[in-house]
């Protein structure tokens, strides 16, 4: 449990991606098994141990504690899993500290009248970083932005794996992942068996730049503006999942019900509406949807969820990925019709004569919300991850808004003496008619090294008010943002959000008073 | 307050004892100033007359200049303050010249901690315990979650930090007076002997130590280093230049932050520090708690810091009166 503890908050402190990556890498290849497997699996999935409620840590630690002094901490810690640790008055008990794979056998046996009991000896048994990753375990809530694909890229590097090998030997294991450990650490043991109805990874698109693709050897289809998903059933049970492999079905029942077919299909999660090709809705619409673990008719029936599908990649039991991209098509245009056409459609091919056609298409996408052009090789077979001249992503053109720099928060890392995150705002109404500026976003690239130090120096020139690590900075200075689509929200005082906003251009020349209006970004809205 | 001594009273500025008209650690301008040690909250500019021991007036005379008229008080002296009022200047463990002081009046006996900690430190003397009928004592951990980790456990997750990046260097944040010096000295009691850097900040204040007699072993300035000397280095800054421009000169640095506040995670990641080192110079709250039960007096008074929870668990450790002032 030491280790665990040590690893945890390790990545507590950790902001940069690859050293999470590589401090998760170590934890697995120095840790024995099954250590490394329950470890893994509450880092990200986080397990569950039904005796355990969001009450019973402090219950548990009012039987040692005095309440006041107990809520005292509360109040300043902040965290209750943390105060308790901290707080706890450790009666020694002789025993060593627990393994990760001990604890977990050990909650997982509590029932409701032993947990007390049984959570007070094992926080007996541990020193404060100990008992903190104890009590994360415990009640499954890790919150340390660890994503199951960053899990299972740290595993790859762990064991000098391919991350998409990987992917495909994951889902459906179960932890602590026994068989995939034994694989990843003989090369020549066997691998685990490959169930072919469970998640795959997804093939992914590069961005056009640029050059122009050979439409004989290109299928287009427009790039839909809703969310990439998986959908996986076996008969019985459909799951859907999002492009980072974490499971979505719940969000989605109405889907996952339609789908009684034995096979893996790929397509985009839309809502109904009349913009893209007039069928589906904004990308906006379907965020009411989005983000909600359950969900109710009223939803359901105010925002109809269906699927676009434009690939086939496992049918019965056969997998059909490495099959070219036309025979898969061929196969998925005959299985779309054994599905209830409300809630699944095709991804139609657009038949473009010339790349002129295509240049005017993309050029109106944002008129119809679509989010641009896709284009992929009909030779290509489905292949995991983004492999280059395979599959272009031609999204529209962004759109682009004025705005009136706010706030600057240090960056990290390399750029922690840096101000790198930047909140800009536009005007309530013209400022000579007492018009105020609101916040319309954050964006922390899209600048060049030059520009940092500009924008950085300028900051700490004409700094306002300081609150922590944020400066708000003298509103003066207009920045040019480009965005991909902007919508509504009700979590900024705005009500707006922008998808993707990045800083364009610095606009030292033009007036703060010349930026632009909040009504002008709300009509920007999809 | 029953039993409270009518010879001194707490005020919004210090602790002030009116038939003397002297003040302890005046956060204003006074005439006559006892002063505990040479933090910025208890020690000012500006005072009139100052008392205080010698290693706090040198820290004063570095900050504020020499002050104009003075008495340099030894460990264990006495001065007599007027009014029948005699006061004694006794380690506090906190600082270099740190001190409690214990005022007797009568046959009453307080004692003024200033701040301490019950640890040891080979920066400065220890806390030395004293019976007492009032117990003023500051509480600036006064949670019960506040409980310093050995120093020697902190230390070695620096250690290792910077044996896992010799390419970079290990920045550690540090106040200028105390905190600094006590870990070079405590790194320098383990066997490290690697030059550390120091920000120019720091440097008259580890210079001064040194004359107090507190070896620091080897050491040099950031700004007469190149980036590749810096390298495997530890480099100590004050915690207000942890993300300051200055930091650009350094070779990737790691964010370290020897504070006791870093006992609660958010407080580190907050700030972006990538390694917290729960390193403090205060009494945490086991000590806070022990302190008052080791000297048993009728009463305490709670200076600065989190008082609420000290004040309950006086009430309900069925300790003696317990306010705070
Ligand atoms: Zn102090
Ligand atoms: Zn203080």
Redesign the pocket.
Known sequence: MERFAQLLDRLIYTRSRNDKIALVAAYLRDTPDPDRGWALAALTSGLDFPAVKASTIRDVVATRVDPLLYSLSRDFVGDTAETASLIWPRLPTGEPPPTVSEAVEIMAGMSRSTVMAQLARLLDRLEPDGRFALLKLATGAMRIGLSGRLARTAFAQAFGLDVEQVEEHWHGLRPPYADLFAWATSPEGAAPAIDPLAFKPFMLAHPLEEAQLDLAEFAVEWKWDGIRIQLVGDGNVTRLFSRGGEEISGAFPEIAAAYPIRAVMDGELLVRGDVQGGEAASFNALQQRLGRKKVTGAMMADYPAFVRLYDLLVEEDEDLRSLPWTERRARLERAVAQLPPERFDLSQIIAAQDWATLVQLREDARSQAYEGLMFKRRESAYMAGRKVGHWYKWKRQPLTADCVLMYAQRGSGKRSSYYSDYTFGCWTAPPEQGGELLPVGKAYFGFTDEELKWLDGFIRRHTANRFGPVREVEKTLVLEVAFDSIHLSRRHKSGLAMRFPRIARIRSDKPAEEANLIVDLMALVS | MSSAPGWLRPERHGIYLPGTDCWIDPSIPVARALVTHG?S??ARGGHGHVIATGPTLSIMALRYGEQPSADRIDYGDTIELGDGTNATFLPAGHVLGSAQILLERQGERVVVTG?YKRRPDPTCAPFEPVACDVLIT?A?FGLPVFVHPPIGQELDKLLAALAERPDRCVLVGAYALGKAQRIIAELRARGFSDTIYLHGAMERMCALYEAHGVPLGPLALVADATLDDLRGRIVICPPSALSDRWTRRLPDPLQAFASGWMRVRQRGVQRGIELPLVISDHADWEELTGTIVELAPQETWIT?GREDALVHWCGWSASPNCSIV
């Open positions: 933090h909250d208890h701040d500051e600036t600065h």
